[in-house]
Nanobody, 127 residues
Framework: VQLQASGGGLVQAGGSLRLSCAASGRTFSSYRMAWFRQVPGKEREFVAAISMSGDRIYYADSAKGRFTISRDNAKNTVYLQMNSLKPEDTAVYYC?????????????????????WGQGTEVTVSS
């Protein structure tokens, strides 16, 4: 599967952005999806993940209450709605896909579990 992330940009603190990740192929519903982010010089960080059907969702503590992950299997797209953005949310955001069937949240949070990655979309939050 090929992933194309979009929706990043420059926003003031307290603002909102909606990231999208469009997937190619006809089996999007067979992939659990996730968003990670990375700041240059730092390790990649888990942000949010969603199961194949959307019935299980996981967030990093930093994202809880501010970010919402969702998916539309009919449109082969996963979204990340980001509200109340903070300067520390500044990063390149990557979407990722995995076909592995897992039931534990720890697997959803592990970047090594994902086989496919988008190219990244840059988010900059100014103070």
């Amino acid at each position: 599967v090929q992933l194309q992330a979009s929706g990043g940009g420059l926003v003031q603190a307290g603002g909102s952005l909606r990231l999208s990740c469009a997937a190619s192929g006809r089996t999007f519903s067979s992939y659990r999806m996730a968003w990670f982010r990375q700041v240059p010089g730092k390790e990649r960080e888990f942000v949010a993940a969603i199961s194949m059907s959307g019935d299980r969702i996981y967030y990093a503590d930093s994202a809880k209450g501010r970010f919402t992950i969702s998916r539309d299997n009919a449109k082969n797209t996963v979204y990340l709605q980001m509200n109340s953005l903070k300067p520390e949310d500044t990063a390149v955001y990557y979407c990722a896909a995995s076909s592995k069937i897992r039931y534990s949240g720890s697997y959803y949070r592990d970047g090594h579990e994902y086989d496919y990655w988008g190219q990244g979309t840059e988010v900059t939050v100014s103070s």
